[in-house]
């Protein structure tokens, strides 16, 4: 066997042939360095060089695929071998269940996403995969879509609770509706988008819903009566989309607990039907239809017992404006401990679209009016792109003592952070605003505020005597375009005990994109 890194001419050989040393094979060197035609026995002699070099080029290449394919080989029997020794191997099947059911769990039934066949795909990986997930039940309880393994669903679920995402409106969905009634005592949380000639294949339904606790329903191409959910006595958490068309909805509804809406004025209906409910999500991106006979609007509404509002308002679309300064307008919550709103200004095609003055000055005011109705005993509050001034929002604030948490972004066509939020929120201040404030994140663009930020952690961190009843600021956030420097002062917050987060972001103005509101929330 040839020794590695010798190259004797006893060395140099392949497939049994011999390599022709270079030095060998080299004209005269007389040859090589005149410009003269060769002479005969020199041509034939360059002529045979050329072929046994390709002969021997050809050698190579062809030792150099073998080799190639024995490296192939090798490293395949080496990955082989790993997947031996793999601690997968050995890893306990319950965590194996764990990772799997958690994987479904991020499906969120209310959204619609690519592919629910994971089940599928994971007994593809091996048979102890495909064994673990044949045997557990729990990773075959989401169904999306119509399913032409549909009964395998039904049958791998065991007894378990069925959680449906299903779109009425295609007429091959019926087949798997019609699978899945049967078992409709087991669905828990249920998704349609519904259209008119689904009513009636709902309708075996109706007593029939003893497990259903979520229920998601879009009305875009609906008419008339739905009430194939109307006894559901565990039901408490409901969304209703796009009701563009007169429709009654007959619903438990002094049961429900929570909501999610896209629509202002049949959010007056809900407030006066639904006596338990304590979260309100709003996702506003349309202005209002005209009133039907759901929508019955009184002058005012007032919710006793709602304890969230989250709501996300764009801009963007005609009548929004209108309709969001109205709502703030005709509601009083005066039970809301967490109100979080996000403003958006993305019209059609993506293009951020301006308000106008007059329009956020009378937001602004009705907004104050709200706080001052509603939040007395208001705990949380975030506000995301605010359009209206700093001063504006310190008149809402004033309403709002019993605040412990204050989440701020503002959107810098407008406003940025400066000192007289700032000053306003320093507990010596005369107006002494907010006194049990724990928690402080101000996100956007910063003006110069290093003197009036240190004063406001100062004064909120070494708080004097005279101040009775006032809260230690525990943790403030920064997401900003800092125009100064400030690791200084920040080392010294964190010496003193508070916690500090602080982000840099070049850019206010790109929307971060589109997320599902209980996500921003």
Aim: aromatic share 8%; net charge negative.
């Amino acid at each position: 066997m040839p020794c590695p890194n010798c190259r004797c001419p006893s060395c140099l050989t392949l497939a049994g042939s011999t390599i022709p040393s270079i030095e060998s094979s080299l004209p005269p060197s007389e040859l090589m360095t005149a410009n003269r035609a060769p002479t005969n026995s020199e041509v034939v002699y360059s002529r045979d060089v050329i072929s046994s070099s390709e002969i021997m080029v050809s050698l190579i290449r062809s030792t150099v695929n073998n080799l190639e394919k024995r490296k192939a080989e090798l490293l395949s029997l080496a990955n082989k071998h790993k997947a031996v020794i793999s601690p997968l191997r050995s890893f306990p099947p319950e965590l194996l269940v764990e990772i799997f059911v958690r994987c479904t769990a991020a499906m969120r039934f209310t959204t619609f996403p690519q592919d629910f066949t994971l089940p599928l795909k994971l007994m593809w990986i091996c048979s102890r995969w495909r064994r673990i997930v044949h045997d557990t039940p729990r990773l075959w309880t989401k169904i999306w879509g119509a399913y032409p393994m549909i009964d395998c669903w039904i049958t791998q679920s065991k007894v378990l609770p069925l959680h449906l995402t299903l779109s009425l409106s295609a007429p091959v969905t019926f087949s798997t509706l019609r699978a899945l009634i049967p078992h409709s005592h087991r669905w828990e949380s249920v998704h349609f988008d519904l259209e008119s000639s689904s009513h009636s294949a709902l309708a075996p339904t109706r007593t029939r819903l003893q497990s259903l606790r979520k229920l998601a329903l879009d009305f875009s191409d609906t008419t008339g009566t739905v009430d194939f959910c109307e006894v559901a006595p565990q039901l408490t958490e409901i969304e209703l989309m796009s009701i563009n068309e007169p429709v009654i909805i007959k619903l438990p509804w002094e049961q429900l607990h929570k909501c999610t809406l896209d629509n202002t004025e049949i959010t007056h209906y809900v407030l006066q039907h639904t006596k338990n409910l304590r979260v309100l999500l709003l996702d506003i991106a349309y202005g209002a239809s005209e009133p039907h006979e759901l929508m019955l609007r009184s002058p005012h509404s007032c919710h006793l017992g709602l304890g969230a509002l989250i709501m996300r308002i764009n801009f963007g679309f005609p009548g929004v404006t209108v309709d969001c300064i109205s709502f703030f307008q005709s509601i009083t919550l005066p039970s809301l401990q967490t109100l979080k709103l996000d403003f958006s200004y993305l019209g059609f095609g993506g293009v951020q679209v301006d308000v106008a003055e007059a329009d956020r000055e009378e937001l602004a005011s009705n907004l104050a009016g709200f706080f001052k109705r509603s939040c007395a005993h208001l705990s949380t509050l975030k506000l995301n792109n605010i359009p209206f001034s700093q001063t504006a929002l310190i008149e809402c604030l004033v309403f709002s003592p019993s605040l412990t948490s204050l989440d701020i972004q503002f959107d810098e066509r407008w406003h940025e952070i400066n000192k007289e939020l700032l000053a306003t929120l320093n507990i010596n201040h005369s107006r002494n605003i907010i006194p049990r404030l724990r928690s402080l994140s101000l996100r956007g663009p910063v003006g110069m505020i290093e003197e009036h930020l240190d004063t406001l952690v100062t004064s909120r961190r070494h708080i004097n005597p005279k101040h009775d009843g006032v809260a230690l600021l525990e943790d403030l956030t920064l997401e900003c375009m800092f125009p100064w420097s400030g690791p200084p002062l920040f080392h010294r917050f964190v010496s003193e005990g508070l916690n500090l987060d602080i982000t840099y972001k070049e850019d206010f103005t790109e929307p971060d994109g589109y997320r599902h509101l209980e996500d921003w929330a």
